[in-house]
């Protein structure tokens, strides 16, 4: 049975509200989310590599070889580089390290490169 | 109770309705507010990854069932009971009046485990005795009875509290 008494007991109980909890922390994404976008990646990165090996697969052998004979020759702007012989020799008499840098630059626009068939080594030996 | 924000997700909605006295009813059954605010958050964390409550007869019953079940399976984990923190603020007074606050969280403290647990699902989960009984896994004439006592207990705990006040 409820009395009066009890019922007057529980309204009194009742009007203690229980505190707040905390907000939810940051919902994790749900799988089906991030899948889509993983998958994305995937295939980007996928067409990338087939894209590259296509590209290895179509240029014939020659082209990458002259492609790197072009790298290894020297800048033709540094060809045009001409310093007269009283500068050098000013150069010389007062800025070794300035002298010591303009001659290995001639050097290495009068010299073949290195490591090519016409390298200063191996005309040297023809010779 | 706060109403229902239509235009949350339900889940969230949920949150907001029967957040507080699900926190209340965890915090006596571990005693530790900051563990009873994980197990909340973990049930509805579940519930947005899982949406299992779609599929409960009784989604409210079914949060409260939840929440008791992530703290007893963290208690089998830990292998202890930790007592219940005298200090920690259960309620939100009426008029500000933080004696009474205090006076009802001790006579709450000072009731054994399954007769605080069915006062709290009752009064503030607003719960039926059938569904007390569901989640506390006893009868409903059970549940019943333990309320009963439980209520005497208090009204005379709060009741000496008062008169050694005044």
């Not at chain 1, 994790?28 to 995937?42: C, K, L, M, N, S």
């Not at chain 2, 969280?105 to 503030?124: C, E, F, G, K, Y």
Request: net charge negative; hydrophobic share 40%; charged share 20%.
């Amino acid at each position: 049975m409820h009395d009066r008494g009890e019922e007057q007991f529980e309204n009194y109980l009742r009007s203690f509200r229980p505190i707040d909890p905390e907000a939810l922390p940051a919902a994790i994404p749900a799988h089906g989310a991030t899948a889509p976008r993983r998958g994305i990646a995937i295939a980007f990165a996928a067409t990338v590599c087939v894209i590259a090996a296509a590209l290895l697969l179509i240029t014939p052998p020659n082209a990458r070889l002259a492609t790197h004979r072009v790298v290894s020759e020297p800048p033709p702007e540094a060809s045009r580089t001409n310093i007269s012989t009283p500068t050098l020799t000013r150069l010389a008499l007062d800025e070794h390290d300035a002298f010591a840098e303009c001659m290995t630059e001639k050097a290495r626009l009068q010299f073949p490169p290195m490591r090519s068939d016409e390298s200063t080594l191996r005309v040297l030996a023809k010779e | 109770m706060p109403p229902t924000d239509q235009s949350m997700p339900p889940i969230e909605g949920l949150y907001r309705q029967y957040g507080a006295p699900l926190l209340l009813f965890a915090i006596s059954i571990c005693g530790e507010s900051s563990r009873a605010q994980d197990a909340v958050h973990q049930v509805f964390l579940t519930l947005m990854e899982t949406n299992n409550l779609m599929n409960a007869l009784d989604p409210k019953a079914y949060l409260f069932a939840s929440v008791r079940n992530v703290l007893l399976n963290d208690n089998k984990h830990r292998q202890r009971n930790v007592a219940i923190e005298p200090e920690q603020l259960w309620f939100t007074p009426p008029d500000r009046d933080h004696a009474a606050e205090q006076n009802l969280r001790r006579a709450l403290q000072s009731l054994p485990d399954d007769q605080r647990q069915v006062v709290v699902l009752h009064i503030w989960g607003e719960l039926t005795f059938g569904q007390v009984a569901e989640i506390l896994n006893v009868s409903a004439n059970t549940a019943a009875s333990r309320y009963r006592y439980a209520i005497s207990k208090l009204r005379d705990a709060m009741a000496a509290k008062e008169r050694t006040n005044a």
